[in-house]
DNA sequence: ACCGCCAACAATGCATACGCAAACGAATTT
DNA sequence: AAATTCGTTTGCGTATGCATTGTTGGCGGT
């Protein structure tokens, strides 16, 4: 069983400013260990790697075609951000996530969100620059209508990366990426186990409203509630389906 | 020029649940890799290794007794973590931290703090295992009374640290870690620069009577409020002073 | 038949070797 | 004198080899 195949697949998602090369603009040869890098977490998120999943370095590096030492160092990295686990001598183990995990991850979200929110409607002038987040709201409302869950995720996620973004804070964005990508399973999980989100399409239009209208203390309640809501209903969503998650 | 000795020396500082052993119980045998990254972590937050100094792979690891390996990969986890970056052809360089740096991390502890003090206090018995964070008020008012601003110091990060730990949030208890660690310098540089701290003594106080009295509403928007305030006053002072930070 | 111990194997962690590319310097030319 | 180009050196990225360590399976004893 594969999901979705990844959609943003951005920069490492790595929580520092400036990891190795932001905006893949400078992307003259990527290195092998990059590469890997990246490789092996498009294969966790399209879940090629189920969570639980085993594979000895050597596997990893003879798959992919090079030597264990970039591979290594991937997994160094993938470690960090909480997609794996490098157990000694049984090579990597996919990190699976748990209802518990859920849970930790929307309360980070439902704390940095919306101060993102906030930060970006308290700007000079908070109206600018907004075309993308309006362009996500349109595609979600169509998506919507079209009854397209695999869309309106697409469109969502391109709402709440595209906030954080542009929020200015490049810490709070990276860390938001990184439970985002934590998460990526489990949302596509439940993505076809829940009633349409008409809901929260029409949240994320208000919360967009607050930020282009430049109220910062209204957008980020707003958002706190739509994010306070939805993850609960996530949760709950994968506690009744009752899947320990491995 | 150095600093106070680096206080913490927490588990790595890694935002996953379980970089390779939480809580150092099963502490044996300290990999090579592990040793280096720990070594390297303290010598930075030290300011031995001062922001902006640049070291080759090769340096680090003869002053380390090491190979290169091991030190390669400490570096790549400390690039991760925000504290160095990897440039291509002249080793690694230590991170400086600008004021826009500080208003990041400060937007960032702003937004984690106060929710892990609403999650401490939303528990199901929210005066339960606060003796740590008592003791770090305690300590913080005898060094207020004593005007020992390293004591001070050591004691707010006590009580900051604690209260992330015992939120129940390994996600959130790790980025709070990982920005405090990047800030730690610019702490210790405006320690002796700002008044007694007495305001911020009696806040923490505060925020801990209403989480014990399981407020959780009042002890987040107390600590979103302290925080602010003390986070605009460091900033500012990072800014009068002139230093760019290299 | 079951439990415990020993030995062999396998995977890792680290050290080292090699090739490439970039940077620095020197020399020559304009 | 300044700039450009070529050569040399140096550091890094990757590969590979080796030793350590943990695991597993088999054998022997009770």
Same mark, same amino acid.
């Given at each position: 069983?594969?999901?979705?195949?990844?959609? /943003?697949?951005?920069?490492?998602?790595?929580?520092?400013?400036?990891?190795?090369?932001?905006?893949?603009?400078?992307?003259?040869?990527?290195?092998?260990?990059?590469?890997? /890098?990246?490789?092996?977490?498009?294969?966790?998120?399209?879940?090629?790697?189920?969570?639980?999943?085993?594979?000895?370095?050597?596997?990893?590096?003879?798959?992919?075609?090079?030597?264990?030492?970039?591979?290594?160092?991937?997994?160094?990295?993938?470690?960090? +951000?909480?997609?794996?686990?490098?157990?000694?001598? /049984?090579?990597?183990?996919?990190?699976?996530?748990?209802?518990?995990?859920?849970?930790?991850?929307?309360?980070?979200?439902?704390?940095?969100?919306?101060?993102?929110?906030?930060?970006?409607?308290?700007?000079?002038?908070?109206?600018?620059?907004?075309?993308?987040?309006?362009?996500?709201?349109?595609?979600?409302?169509?998506?919507?209508?079209?009854?397209?869950?695999?869309?309106?995720?697409?469109?969502? +996620?391109?709402?709440?990366?595209?906030?954080?973004?542009?929020?200015?804070?490049?810490?709070?964005?990276?860390?938001?990426?990184?439970?985002?990508?934590?998460?990526?399973?489990?949302?596509?999980?439940?993505? /076809?186990?829940?009633?349409?989100?008409?809901?929260?399409?029409? +949240?994320?239009?208000?919360?967009?409203?607050?930020?282009?209208?430049?109220?910062? +203390?209204?957008?980020?309640?707003?958002?706190?509630?739509?994010?306070?809501?939805?993850?609960?209903?996530?949760?709950?969503?994968?506690?009744?389906?009752?899947?320990?998650?491995?």
């Amino acid at each position: 069983m594969t999901f979705a195949p990844v959609c /943003h697949l951005d920069q490492g998602g790595a929580v520092n400013p400036a990891p190795t090369s932001r905006h893949a603009e400078t992307s003259r040869a990527p290195s092998a260990a990059e590469q890997a /890098h990246g490789r092996l977490k498009a294969l966790i998120l399209d879940n090629a790697l189920p969570p639980g999943a085993q594979r000895l370095e050597s596997e990893l590096a003879l798959q992919l075609g090079l030597s264990r030492t970039p591979v290594r160092e991937a997994l160094v990295r993938l470690q960090q +951000e909480g997609l794996v686990e490098i157990t000694p001598r /049984h090579g990597m183990r996919v990190q699976p996530i748990a209802a518990a995990d859920m849970r930790e991850i929307y309360e980070v979200l439902n704390s940095l969100e919306p101060t993102a929110a906030e930060l970006l409607a308290r700007r000079a002038d908070p109206a600018a620059g907004l075309e993308r987040l309006d362009a996500a709201c349109t595609a979600m409302e169509q998506a919507l209508a079209a009854q397209d869950r695999r869309a309106w995720a697409a469109a969502d +996620e391109a709402f709440h990366l595209g906030l954080v973004e542009l929020c200015g804070n490049r810490r709070l964005a990276g860390m938001v990426m990184q439970v985002w990508d934590q998460s990526h399973r489990a949302r596509m999980f439940t993505l /076809h186990q829940r009633p349409l989100p008409a809901r929260s399409t029409a +949240e994320h239009r208000r919360v967009l409203d607050a930020i282009a209208a430049g109220e910062p +203390e209204r957008a980020r309640d707003l958002y706190r509630r739509h994010r306070h809501r939805s993850g609960a209903e996530l949760v709950s969503l994968i506690e009744r389906s009752g899947v320990a998650w491995l």
